[in-house]
């Protein structure tokens, strides 16, 4: 609550005949001449979940409805709890993690725990791995886009000792701050994440896309954002293909080169319930694609229409098969170990 919320407040007590809180004054700013600013220790920034996730971080993945966001924020969830791995994605060592989700009914998250706890054969000591759900409270989730909710939410971060807040997704938990598109309605949680960053948390921000591809609502989302993370459906997405997507990054402050390369990922389940992921550089099934639609007899123009990428892409990989004799004839199909694979969380 802001000082004039406060001195608000405190008329209104003293109207109802009730004590009023006391006043907080806003504490001076602090600024320091570049000696001593670069003499000063502060803590050094790590890697919570390599390369992507570092310490004091604010990061966003978005996708479309039922692509596979919560699937990719449960791996990371339990990855970073664990310090295991999860897709390509390592974690140095277990982080206390908090996962507010926002919209899974209560069974649902649990089964789809189980199969991660299964699958990766860790156990995460007792107190890593805190979960806040809607099917256990009594009201109401947090709406982070108030005070109280922005409060209630960080009592329980101060609670758990949480060093990487995962928010599951930002439709279900801020809701009351006006339009989602209106980059002031994101002004009091941008305030609120920065105060979060200031003590030392990170923020996974779990988001919708909209219909242009892009994260849904105003840009001005981004702009404090570290890493933002599209996932996209690959060119020949098959619905019975389940969780399945191409990651890509959109921005990266600390990354560069392989480190941003997209990749494709597909979660399976084998007939026992274990869960494996797959995946590889979305430069590799590019490539698997050309050769098969050039086997079909496809020009490199319909090939690149049909996959939806630049004609150039298209000729990079035909001049490559070409060079290694497998445009002579239409391609089998390749092998199940086209991907890494890993089970779920690995």
Known sequence: MNARELQAQAVFSAIMGQPAAPVVE?????????????????????????????????????GWRGLGKTHMSLGIFYAVGTGGTFLSWKANKPRKVLLVDGEMPGPALQERLAAIIASSGVEPLPGFLSILTPDLQSGAMPDLSSHEGQDSVSAIVEQVGAELIILDNISCLVRGGGRENDAESWLSVSEWALQQRQRGRSILFIHHSGKNGAQRGTSKREDLLDVVIGLRRPPDYDPASGACFEVHYEKARHLSGDDVAPIEAQLTTDASGICRWAWRAVSDSTFDRVVSLAGDGLSQSEIADELGVNRSTVSRAW????????????????????????????
């Not at 803590?43 to 990061?59: F, G, K, V």
């Not at 001049?319 to 690995?346: F, H, I, S």
């Open 319 to 346: 001049r490559k098969a070409d060079a290694l004799g497998l445009m002579n004839a239409k391609p089998k199909a390749k092998a199940r170990n086209q991907y890494k694979t890993g089970r779920d969380g690995e």
């Open 26 to 62: 806003p504490q001076p700013l602090k600024v320091v001449g570049l000696h001593e600013f670069m003499a000063t220790e502060l803590p050094a920034r790590e890697t919570i979940l390599t390369p992507i996730l570092m310490t004091q971080s604010l990061n966003m993945i978005h």
